[in-house]
């Protein structure tokens, strides 16, 4: 039995064209050479695939849990109408100021500004206002629309000096001034009408 299958398949491998060994070892090297390119094609891919979860691994990490945010800080234009006759901003027309001062400003900052402005030769007066009375001055104003200011604290304020303007025509170079002085954050001309002032609660 055995016998007539060996003579069985050597009859179906007669009419088979012969390979010689040289290509079967070629074609075993393509292939070989084949599943190696692939090999490492996926190696490179599963380690770039490493690097990019250790790198968002390594952010995690390095990037501390959100704490808790301060309350934002009221951007300082929403308080410089205070007098709703006046208009905001105004640069050449400009009759009074508001100088915001930074929120981490010094007693001896806060000092050297107000020596600065009260000799300005373009400054009339100066009137400090601080986040209190700044948020009072808010609630008048929105009095018919409360929710507008129902949640906001004094520290979202800034302090600020309210000045008056000898000339319209100054405020440009006043600004400039104030602009160097160590803790004024920022500073924001006001146009009001003649005999009304920017800090007065209509």
Not at 22 to 46: E, P
Not at 93 to 101: E, H, I, K, N
Not at 116 to 132: C, H, M, W
Request: aromatic residues 4%.
């Amino acid at each position: 039995m055995d016998q007539n299958l060996r003579v069985l398949f050597d009859r179906a491998i007669a009419d088979e064209p012969d390979l010689r060994l040289v290509d079967l070892v070629d074609d075993a090297v393509a292939a070989g050479n084949g599943l190696r390119r692939r090999r490492q094609r996926l190696v490179a891919t599963g380690v770039a695939a490493v690097i990019a979860v250790a790198a968002v691994g390594a952010v995690n990490v390095a990037t501390p849990a959100q704490r808790s945010a301060p309350p934002p800080t009221v951007p300082a234009a929403f308080g410089t109408l205070v007098n709703r006759a006046c208009q905001a901003p105004a640069d050449e027309t400009a009759t009074d100021a508001a100088v915001y001062l930074a929120p981490e400003i010094t007693d001896q900052q806060r000092a050297v500004i107000k020596h600065g402005l009260d000799a300005d030769p373009a400054v009339g007066t100066v009137v400090f206002q601080s986040r209190e009375e700044a948020l009072e001055k808010l609630k008048k104003v929105y009095a018919d629309t409360p929710e507008l200011v129902d949640h906001i604290v004094p520290s979202q304020l800034p302090e600020s000096f309210r000045i008056t303007l000898v000339v319209r025509t100054q405020y440009a170079e006043l600004a400039e001034r104030a602009k160097r002085l160590s803790g004024v954050d920022e500073i924001i001309g006001i146009d009001c009408p003649a005999g009304t002032s920017a800090s007065a609660v209509d």
